[in-house]
């Protein structure tokens, strides 16, 4: 025969782990990949989608390959602007309005472009759109905000965009290599009485 206190131990263990469980699927749930086409040399391209404080953000990049290249040397030059992918530029779609740093990003598509350095990251929010990734514009530049940068302890192989959701907002992150570049945004919505 079981106690009831045993028995009550077992019941919030297994409760416990339903809980982690279904975060665990709803975080998952957030994030949706699609691949586009195989890319031109070997950087497949991929649509990522996720569901973020109220908002639908996609990106639209190509996910080139490290292969035994440096950043800053070989690959994403450092104090150039880089197109944050391959071969197109690498787009950013959203249906509400972002705030990342001090660029506030209305509703639609964009361009997203990265200028590295080796102690830190500009974002670039470029609104013209549909041209190849070497062809960039600054005089389209809606805005540049600063990006946290960390070393990562393993290197990343496949160039990623990835999100994790915060209350109000989240954070857009870039690894590559053994960077990892970032940076914080927040959802708007106008309160009207």
């Known amino acids: 025969m079981i106690s009831g206190e045993r028995l009550m131990r077992g019941q919030i263990s297994l409760a416990v782990a339903v809980l982690v469980g279904l975060q ?13 086409h195989p890319g031109m ?12 404080a109220g908002a639908n953000i ?4 190509g996910r080139p390959y490290l292969k035994g290249r440096t950043i800053g ?10 197109r944050a992918g391959a071969d ?3 787009t950013l779609t959203i249906d509400k309005t972002l705030i990342f740093g001090n660029v506030t990003v209305l509703p639609g ?3 997203l472009w990265v ?4 102690d830190q990251w500009l974002l670039i929010v470029n609104k013209q759109t549909g041209q190849w990734g070497t062809m960039y514009d600054a005089s389209n530049d809606l805005g540049r905000a600063e990006m946290m940068l960390e070393e990562l302890s393993e290197p990343v192989e496949q160039h990623t965009f990835s999100i994790d959701e915060k209350v109000n907002g989240g954070v857009l992150k870039i690894e ?9 945004f927040s959802t708007y919505s106008r309160i009207s009485f």
């Open 24 to 36: 665990v699927v709803g975080l998952w749930a957030m994030q949706d990949t699609t691949q586009i």
């Open 41 to 52: 040399g070997g950087s497949p391209h991929v649509r990522t989608e996720w569901a973020v």
């Open 58 to 61: 996609s990106i639209e990049y």
């Open 73 to 82: 040397k070989d690959l994403v030059p450092y104090g150039e602007v880089w």
């Open 88 to 90: 197109e530029a690498t």
């Open 109 to 111: 598509t964009y361009t």
């Open 115 to 118: 200028m590295p350095a080796a």
């Open 176 to 184: 590559f290599g053994t960077t990892r570049a970032s940076i914080k």
